[in-house]
T-cell receptor, first 114, second 113 residues
Framework: DGGITQSPKYLFRKEGQNVTLSCEQNLNHDAMYWYRQDPGQGLRLIYYSQIVNDFQKGDIAEGYSVSREKKESFPLTVTSAQKNPTAFYLC?????????????FGNGTRLTVT | GNSVTQMEGPVTLSEEAFLTINCTYTATGYPSLFWYVQYPGEGLQLLLKATKADDKGSNKGFEATYRKETTSFHLEKGSVQVSDSAVYFC????????????FGKGITLSVRP
């Protein structure tokens, strides 16, 4: 079955450490996205990528970095510069050039930084 | 800029009750409108969508009509089930592109047997 896989489901890190969240898709989608979900705040866009080797900042990119070396993969690094990294992180993908194509989401990674 | 406003939650209903979840939006152009659902411990799934004024999206007994005159996209279901317990997000995208999907804050629905 096609889909998006995020790993791990739960991740614990000490403050000051960088951590990388994995996102892989086999839907052959061009576009991929990272969202952050916090209680009562909905989803906020961190980064997105329309095509391999290209990505754009979303609304809350500070303290995060991404890469898009392969179409299937869009890892997100939460750096030590991110002031409030504890959150639920969702990866998504879509067909880029098809208007109104829905987003397909992974099941998320819950990151806890202490 | 674009924004989506959802009614405050949480909402608790008894099984077979009628459901309405309000959603209004602000957009500069002619957006497409979506409802996504998030079941416990999972990512979001598309529930329904509407791409132009007066369109009605429907799926699994849920419906929402794109009302341009009131800038609204309220979600309704005639008879909710316990399995409908989830978080519901209203969202919009700019015309012709999916990159800037703007979400509301979401509302938690709990359905009692």
């Amino acid at each position: 079955d096609g889909g998006i896989t995020q790993s791990p489901k739960y991740l614990f890190r000490k403050e000051g450490q960088n951590v990388t969240l994995s996102c892989e898709q086999n839907l052959n989608h061009d576009a991929m996205y990272w969202y952050r979900q916090d209680p009562g705040q909905g989803l906020r866009l961190i980064y997105y990528s329309q095509i391999v080797n290209d990505f754009q900042k979303g609304d809350i990119a500070e303290g995060y970095s991404v890469s898009r070396e392969k179409k299937e993969s869009f890892p997100l690094t939460v750096t030590s510069a991110q002031k409030n990294p504890t959150a639920f992180y969702l990866c998504a993908s879509s067909i880029w050039d098809q208007a109104n194509s829905p987003l397909h989401f992974g099941n998320g990674t819950r990151l806890t930084v202490t | 800029g674009n924004s989506v406003t959802q009614m405050e939650g949480p909402v608790t209903l008894s099984e077979e009750a009628f459901l309405t979840i309000n959603c209004t939006y602000t957009a500069t152009g002619y957006p497409s409108l979506f409802w996504y659902v998030q079941y416990p411990g999972e990512g979001l799934q598309l529930l329904l969508k509407a791409t132009k004024a007066d369109d009605k999206g429907s799926n699994k007994g849920f419906e929402a009509t794109y009302r341009k005159e009131t800038t609204s996209f309220h979600l309704e279901k005639g008879s909710v089930q316990v399995s409908d317990s989830a978080v519901y997000f209203c969202a919009l995208s700019e015309s012709g592109a999916n990159s800037k999907l703007t979400f509301g804050k979401g509302i938690t629905l709990s359905v009692r047997p």
